[in-house]
C-alpha cells in the first residue's frame, strides 16, 4: 500500500463529494425560485440514500464477484470482506478507499436524472424512482465497464471516469422521465426563467473543481495518467466553454453567462470517459465539439416537444454520447499503454466497441428507466397536482420556502 496515492485518493474522494452539493446549486439556480429547495433536495437526499444503498448492497452488485458478466453477485453485501487492505481493483489504496471513491459516483448520477423532471415530481416518487433506479440500472451498467468480468469490460470499451456509466446513462433516464411525466405547466407559452444565476454560476465553480477528483482521480495513482487526465479535464472544459459561448453568441446574438457555465460543464462531460486516454490536442479538439454540440442539442426539445427542464439529455446525454465515440477517435497507447489506439491512431474496431457500448447503455437505461417509472407512477404517483405545482414543490413538498423576501 502507497500512502501517497492513499493520501491523493482521499482527496479526490473528497472532492467528487463535493460535486453534488455544486451540482444542488448549479439546478437550484436554474428553476423558478418557488422550486428552489425541492430541487437542491433532489441532490442533497442522495447523499444519504446511495450511501446507505452502497453499503447494503450496492457495491456489491456493481463490483463483486462477476454474474454473466452482467452484475456483481451478492458475496461483499454489508460491504463482508471490503477493508483496509489493497482490494481487486486498487493494489496501493485500501478497498475501503476505492469503495468510498466509487459511492461518490453512484451518489451523482442519480442526482444528475433530477434535472428533467424538476418542478414535478413529488418526493415521494424521487425517493423510489431513485432507490430503484440505482439498484437495476446504475450497478448494472457500472459492472458491465468497471466490474470484474463485466462484458463491455471484456469487449474493450474504454470509460476512464463514466461516460457511459454516468453521463449517457443518466441522460437516458431523464429522457424517459421528461417523456413520460409530461411537460411543466406553462412550458412553450409562458417565460420558465431561472431564478438566481449567480446560484448557478457557483454551482458550476464547484463542479469543475471536483471533476479534477472525478478524472484525474480515476487513474486511482498519484502518477503519469492522473497528470494526464487532470489536464486534459481543464482543456477540453475551457475549450467547450469557448464553443458554446461563440455558438450563442452567433445564434442568438449574445453571448451569456449561463452559456459559459453550460460550456464548461459539456466539456467536463465529453472528456470525461476520454480523459485518461487522450492528449492535450485531442482534447481541445473534444471540447470544441463539445460546446457546440450540446448547445445546438438544447433546441431538440422545443422541436420534438419534451419537456427537459434543465437540459440532461443535451448536456449529459450529447455530451457524454460524442465523448464516449470521441474515445474511440483520438485514444492513443503513447498516451496510456493500459488504454488502446483509436480510429485516428489506427485502431477502428475501437471506435466501434465504444458505439456499441454506447448504444447498450441506451438501450438498457431508456426501457428499465420507463419500466420503473411505470412501477412508482402505479404505487406512489409520479406527479404532484396541479394546485401543488402552481403553489411551487418548496411548499407543497416541503412547507418551506428558500426565500422570506
Given at each position: ?27 437550484g ?9 425541492a ?72 442526482a444528475?436524472?433530477?434535472?428533467a ?12 424512482f431513485?432507490?430503484l ?9 457500472c ?20 461516460g457511459t ?16 411525466m ?17 446560484m448557478?454560476i ?5 463542479l ?18 492522473a ?36 460550456g ?6 465529453a472528456?470525461?470517459p476520454?480523459a ?13 465539439i463539445?460546446?457546440?454540440?450540446c ?14 427542464a ?5 448536456v ?7 465523448g ?5 477517435l ?28 454506447a448504444?447498450?447503455s ?7 428507466s420507463?419500466?420503473i ?24 413538498q ?8
Amino acid at each position: 500500500m502507497n500512502s501517497g496515492d492513499t493520501s491523493f485518493m482521499l482527496l479526490a474522494t473528497a472532492l467528487v463529494m463535493f460535486m453534488t452539493p455544486g451540482l444542488a446549486l448549479f439546478y437550484g439556480g436554474l428553476v423558478r425560485q418557488k422550486n428552489v429547495l425541492a430541487t437542491i433536495m433532489h441532490s442533497i437526499f442522495c447523499l444519504g440514500i446511495i450511501s446507505i444503498i452502497w453499503v447494503l448492497y450496492g457495491y456489491s452488485l456493481a463490483f463483486g464477484p462477476d454474474i454473466g458478466g452482467i452484475v456483481g453477485n451478492l458475496d461483499l453485501i454489508g460491504l463482508k470482506g471490503v477493508g483496509l487492505d489493497p482490494g481487486p481493483y486498487a493494489d496501493t489504496i485500501p478497498g475501503l478507499l476505492f469503495c468510498a471513491f466509487q459511492l461518490m459516483f453512484a451518489i451523482i448520477t442519480p442526482a444528475l436524472i433530477s434535472g428533467a423532471y424538476a418542478e414535478r415530481m413529488k418526493f415521494s416518487a424521487f425517493l423510489l424512482f431513485t432507490v430503484l433506479w440505482s439498484t437495476f440500472v446504475y450497478m448494472p451498467v457500472c459492472h458491465w465497464v468497471w466490474g470484474q468480468g463485466g462484458w463491455l469490460g471484456r469487449l474493450g470499451a474504454l470509460d476512464f471516469a463514466g461516460g457511459t456509466v454516468i453521463h449517457i446513462n443518466s441522460a437516458c433516464a431523464a429522457f424517459a422521465a421528461a417523456v413520460f411525466m409530461g411537460k411543466r405547466k406553462g412550458w412553450g407559452q409562458e417565460a420558465l426563467h431561472p431564478h438566481n444565476l449567480p446560484m448557478t454560476i457557483l454551482g458550476s465553480g464547484i463542479l469543475w473543481i471536483g471533476w479534477f477528483g472525478f478524472n484525474a482521480g480515476s487513474a486511482l495513482t498519484a502518477g503519469k495518467i492522473a497528470t494526464l487526465a487532470f489536464f486534459t479535464t481543464q482543456i477540453a472544459a475551457g475549450c467547450a466553454l469557448m464553443s458554446w459561448v461563440a455558438a450563442e453568441w452567433i445564434i442568438q446574438g449574445k453571448p451569456t453567462t449561463l452559456g459559459a457555465a453550460s460550456g464548461a460543464v459539456a466539456g467536463l462531460v465529453a472528456v470525461t470517459p476520454a480523459a485518461g486516454f487522450v492528449g492535450p490536442v485531442s482534447a481541445i479538439i473534444i471540447g470544441l465539439i463539445a460546446g457546440a454540440l450540446c448547445y445546438c442539442a438544447i433546441f431538440l426539445k422545443t422541436r420534438f416537444g419534451y419537456d427537459d427542464a434543465l437540459d440532461v439529455v443535451a448536456v449529459h446525454g450529447v455530451g457524454g454520447l460524442w465523448g464516449a465515440l470521441a474515445t474511440g477517435l483520438f485514444a492513443s497507447l503513447y498516451w496510456n499503454p493500459d488504454g488502446a489506439d483509436g480510429l485516428f491512431f489506427g485502431n477502428p474496431n475501437q471506435f466501434l466497441i465504444q458505439a456499441a457500448g454506447a448504444g447498450a447503455s441506451i438501450a438498457y437505461s431508456l426501457v428499465v428507466s420507463l419500466i420503473i417509472l411505470k412501477i412508482v407512477d402505479t404505487a406512489v404517483g409520479l406527479r404532484v397536482s396541479e394546485e401543488d405545482e402552481i403553489m411551487g414543490l418548496d411548499l407543497s413538498q416541503h412547507s418551506e420556502i428558500g426565500y422570506t423576501q
